[in-house]
């Protein structure tokens, strides 16, 4: 979500309070738990592990926080809620948020959910398409907001139709051709409840490397660094316990909100994460972040023409001093 429609909801935003890099672990004094609302980008699953096993084993309490998780879905306005305060913590597709700080909005990515972004092109495996060439001709359904497509085109020097997401996959079961956008770590598994045998072409494979970022508003982490620590510190014990022990008590809370969801599916996408090594990888532990990776994305989305020369410094999108140490 950016453009105007975000640039006027903005006009809300102005009208919230303007807001040591050490890294701490000491949980937030307070004898009121300071309220902090995260607004997620889907309904509840695995890919929010981090925060809702933080929530169900008490870690944020711990921190003195109260949080309210809300589910989002195809309508979420994440960015929106984010920058006017409606919520003070939400993730996005790196791409996606710098693409909207050019535009003015007050975004700061402060942690990663994911150190590389699980969007994949999926298709029948019976496809006989091999590579991002052989995309050439072809019809897309793909979020239009998705920065990784004019890359691609440049690229590979193709071209190619896309069509609006609908966020189902009743076309793509029925129609062996189709190609879709799709996070690798979730739909997947209902097309195998059905006998459905996929393939991927990954963006990351292309050099298109994109974090899930977790962003705060500007005037928030300026005006409350501490409980942007505390949360962060929390949420790194949640992605750490959920993804090194157990899912569990994620999965519990997750079943009661999201009903359409089943135990093994969860199971399923939670072992496709850590396969994947989503989270944390050999280089980077949970919630970090690379400003060198943030620049190169900054570069190829200038070099696009999505960005204006200089129009977004590393620094005016990415803020690492609230993560916290990787091992207390």
């Not at 902090?36 to 592990?49: N, R």
């Not at 979420?76 to 409606?86: D, G």
């Not at 980077?284 to 989305?301: A, E, G, V």
């Amino acid at each position: 979500m950016r453009g105007t429609s975000i640039l006027l909801a903005l006009i809300a935003c102005s009208l919230f309070t303007a807001c040591s890099n050490k890294k701490v672990f000491s949980p937030v004094q307070s004898d009121t738990p300071f309220p902090i609302t995260v607004q997620l980008d889907w309904v509840a699953e695995p890919e929010h592990g981090a925060f809702y096993t933080a929530e169900a084993l008490g870690y944020y309490k711990a921190e003195g926080l109260d949080v309210t998780l809300l589910q989002g879905g195809a309508n979420a306005y994440v960015q929106t809620k984010v920058a006017t305060n409606q919520a003070q913590i939400g993730q996005d597709d790196s791409g996606n948020i710098l693409t909207s700080i050019q535009s003015g909005v007050p975004l700061l990515c402060v942690g990663s959910i994911f150190q590389h972004d699980p969007s994949v092109l999926m298709m029948h495996a019976s496809n006989p398409i091999k590579n991002w060439s052989d995309l050439n001709g072809k019809t897309i359904m793909s979020k239009i907001s998705w920065t990784f497509l004019p890359f691609l085109r440049k690229k590979y020097g193709i071209e190619y139709k896309v069509i609006p997401m609908d966020y189902n996959l009743g076309r793509f079961a029925i129609d062996p051709d189709f190609i879709q956008q799709a996070y690798f770590t979730s739909e997947p598994y209902y097309l195998e409840q059905k006998g459905i045998k996929t393939k991927f072409l990954h963006a990351a494979d292309a050099g298109f490397d994109s974090y899930t970022t977790i962003m705060t508003n500007k005037a928030f982490a300026k005006s409350h660094p501490e409980q942007l620590k505390a949360f962060l510190r929390a949420t790194y014990k949640g992605w750490k316990t959920y993804i090194e022990l157990d899912g569990a008590a994620a999965h519990a809370i997750m079943l009661k909100v999201n009903p359409k969801v089943t135990p093994s599916f969860l199971d399923w996408c939670r072992l496709q994460i850590i396969k994947a090594e989503l989270a944390k990888d050999a280089k980077d532990d949970y919630l970090t972040l690379s400003k060198k990776r943030f620049q190169i994305q900054i570069d190829q989305l200038t070099d696009l023409g999505i960005l204006k020369k200089d129009a977004v410094k590393v620094e005016d999108a990415v803020d690492t001093s609230f993560l916290p140490q990787a091992n207390p």
